[in-house]
């Protein structure tokens, strides 16, 4: 409302103290900050409303994996889907903050809902079959892997530039890897991999959501940057022009976050569930293929990599020699086999996120 004001009010040279007052509404930072606050102040004022509802219509609430770790039985009745309070601030100050003429907005935004809404009915499954098993493993990556691909074809062909398909490497400012339209199923991968990756990190209280604001904060910082042009030149990076009103969703989810942690802090009142850690790692996904930086996702988000590798290595060590390289994947659960404490593992890998974040962000100026 307000940027279509401002608009507005440019077409009325009367309306000159009014532009004043709106201008405001022009800068991404400004509008970042209130995405953020709307996100933030939506999950506080409905959230507890939300567990309510939820909590009656799951009765018994996320199944509880017998064969994982004991100190998870207690836990059993919390309800899940948590990740329909984190979409619904995300969206409602995407919505009211974000330029609504800006397609990378919506295309972004279209992928999050989209792996939102495979993840809510994975949770949905579990939920009233009351098994810790939603529906086929392949079904879901082939849905996925279908939404990307749409995201990532809108986000070649609205970028014309040749290097839309190509893949830039940190810490060289002059080495592009040129893909082609095979550009496209590499986007893909990324985003279906970071969606999926961050769903096997949310495995404890706090565990998945603090390192996801982390890498989005990170993610706003890289957005505003790669579309502006002075930064991007000074900082010799892509330019891509329209990215910075990313930073504004990401605004929206920083807040929606931190509504969200408030919670889901141990013991959690809530757990994010398969409809908010698909989502959110499928945003991360899509925002770091539209602003060219995918492989500064996989630093910044190296701990989500390190969650599905430890997955990887164990499926695969099982399978060929008949033993297992952890106690028990993914990496948290290993960790507390060795008796690691909850908040322990929680905490220390919320230091690890600030410390690849750092790492991450170094690559904009170390070329």
Known sequence: MFYWLIELSNTFPSFGAVRTVLNVFRYITFRTGGAIVTGALFVFLFGPWIIDHLRIRQGKGQPIRTDGPQSHLSKKGTPTMGGLMILSGLTVGTVLWANPLNPYV????????????????????????????????????????AIALVACYALVRLNRDPASTALTIPFLKDTVLHFGWFFVVFGAFV?????????????????????????????????????????????????????????VLCGALLGAGLGFLWFNAPPASIFMGDTGSLALGGMLGAIAVAVKHEIVLAVIGGLFVLEAVSVIVQVVSFKLTGKRIFRMAPIHHHFEQLGWTEPQIVIRFWIISVMLALAGLSTLKLR
């Open 106 to 145: 919506w295309i972004v935004l279209a992928v999050t809902l989209g792996f939102g809404f495979v993840g809510f009915y994975d949770d949905y499954l579990k939920v009233t079959k009351q098994t810790t098993t939603g529906f086929g493993g392949k079904l879901r990556l082939l849905i996925e892997a």
């Open 191 to 247: 985003i279906v991999g970071a969606g999926n990756a961050v769903n096997l990190t949310d495995g404890l209280d706090g565990l998945a959501i603090v390192p996801v604001m982390i890498a989005t904060a990170s993610f706003a910082m890289i957005a505003y940057l790669a579309g502006n042009a002075v930064f991007a030149d000074y900082l010799q990076i892509k330019y891509v022009a329209g990215t910075g009103e990313l930073a």
